[in-house]
């Protein structure tokens, strides 16, 4: 289901949502079968447990709403991480709080649910795809080049715009006044209307860096509040896993020692948040009888190690920048830093490239989880672009969107070189 339909069915959802995981349950723990077989509950406790339940519905819908945000982005894979997430939020608040409660209403609620939105999703699953109309002019081309919707130019502003789920338009182009009509008319009737490059970066999930004027900076300036508390979680998370992870760095660093010869780890000078250099630590994946001197790392590069092979395709040569995490150099999610002579390369290539230094650079990014490690220079560019739109779109959602697809990611080593 993608953004552009999954606003308009908002209301449907989310009173069946209601009836079916909230008032459902209520009644059915009422009936005096379910009293018998479970026990009485005071009044209290299923007002507690209605309350919570309605409120945990109403968080998992949002929640689940910002995963659809990004691009190919599958509703069904988000249903029950969203309401796991807030029914177990709901939960906990009314544990610590020490709130009597229905266990059952919480229970069947959750199930009902779960149920409940995918059947949505099955239901509307043959519209996956939006049918955007396209009104002529500008850069209007370049959306037949773009996968993930199904695209009509219009002829006429005269045609019947119902069966379309949007309205696509460049509107920086000086469009002649009858298209310029028409887009009113479809605003005043409630129909979205889309501008171009919304439109490419929402279904690509990537930013245009082709010319400055693209990417104001102004309007893209990343929130200097989720910054901060990015920093604090970023921190926070690094003292609860150090005590997991340095035993398996150390078992790593050993492997490593006995596999080939050279240092355990691989030190090396990387471009970081804003424009400030250091330096990188990760497990020694690569030969050191072989040229280093190559920017990228190709498939099946005879550098890597077999050793090494395994540490890329499951991320464990990356676990010693939890040491870069603490220090403030790095965080768990960003763009990937990239080699000082890289970076150098990419600014003379790229006038406003620095602004990739805007946010600190991660040890996992929208990038990686979207396109896995590059080995060539047309696929790093493609890659700066991912990085941009993670700073244009920078938010919590999207830094627990990527989580999610890091784990999927370690699980089946996607984009591993």
């Not at 990343?222 to 003292?239: E, G, H, Q």
């Amino acid at each position: 289901m993608s953004i552009f339909q999954y606003g308009r069915r908002l209301r449907v959802q989310l009173v069946g949502a209601i009836i079916f995981a909230v008032c459902v349950p209520a009644v059915l723990r009422f009936a005096p079968a379910s009293s018998e077989l479970l026990g009485s509950a005071t009044a209290s406790t299923l007002q507690n447990a209605v309350l919570g339940t309605l409120i945990a519905v109403l968080a998992g819908i949002v929640l689940l709403r910002q995963f659809v945000a990004f691009p190919g982005v599958s509703a069904s894979n988000y249903i029950i991480p969203s309401f796991v997430s807030s029914y177990g939020a709901i939960a906990l608040v009314f544990f610590f709080l020490r709130l009597d409660y229905s266990r059952y209403q919480f229970i069947v609620s959750f199930a009902a649910a779960i149920t409940w939105f995918y059947f949505i999703y099955f239901l509307t699953s043959r519209l996956a795809q939006p049918r955007l109309a396209i009104i002529p002019g500008g850069e209007d081309d370049r959306l037949f080049e773009i996968e993930g919707a199904e695209w009509a130019r219009l002829k006429e502003p005269t045609e019947n715009f119902q069966q379309f789920d949007g309205v696509v338009a460049d509107l920086r182009a000086d469009l002649p006044s009858h298209w310029e009509r028409f887009i009113a008319a479809s605003v005043l009737a409630g129909w979205p209307v889309f501008h171009v490059k919304q439109v490419m970066e929402s279904l690509t999930g990537r930013v245009s860096i082709e010319h400055l004027s693209e990417n104001s900076f102004g309007s893209v300036l990343p929130s200097l509040l989720y910054l901060r508390l990015k920093r604090l979680v970023d921190c926070a998370a690094a003292a609860v896993l150090l005590p997991i992870i340095l035993p398996v760095i150390a078992l790593s660093a050993l492997m490593v020692k006995i596999d080939s010869k050279g240092p355990m780890f691989f030190l090396q000078q990387r471009m970081g948040y804003r424009g400030r250099m250091f330096t990188m630590i990760k497990l020694r994946s690569m030969r050191i009888d072989m040229p280093a001197d190559q920017l990228f790392t190709a498939a099946n590069d005879p550098r890597i190690t077999t050793l090494g092979r395994f540490f890329r395709k499951y991320r464990i040569d990356e676990l010693p920048q939890i040491f870069n995490v603490l220090k403030g150099d790095m965080s768990w999610i960003g763009p990937r830093p990239e080699a000082v002579k890289l970076a150098s390369w990419y600014e003379e290539s790229i006038p406003f490239y620095a602004y990739r230094h805007a946010v600190r650079p991660g040890i996992t990014g929208w990038a990686q989880v979207s396109q896995g490690n590059v080995a060539e220079i047309e696929a790093a560019t493609t890659k700066l672009q991912y990085d941009f739109y993670y700073i244009k779109y920078f938010s919590p959602w999207l830094d627990l969107l990527i989580v999610l697809r890091t784990i999927k990611t370690i699980l089946t080593g996607f984009g591993s070189r």
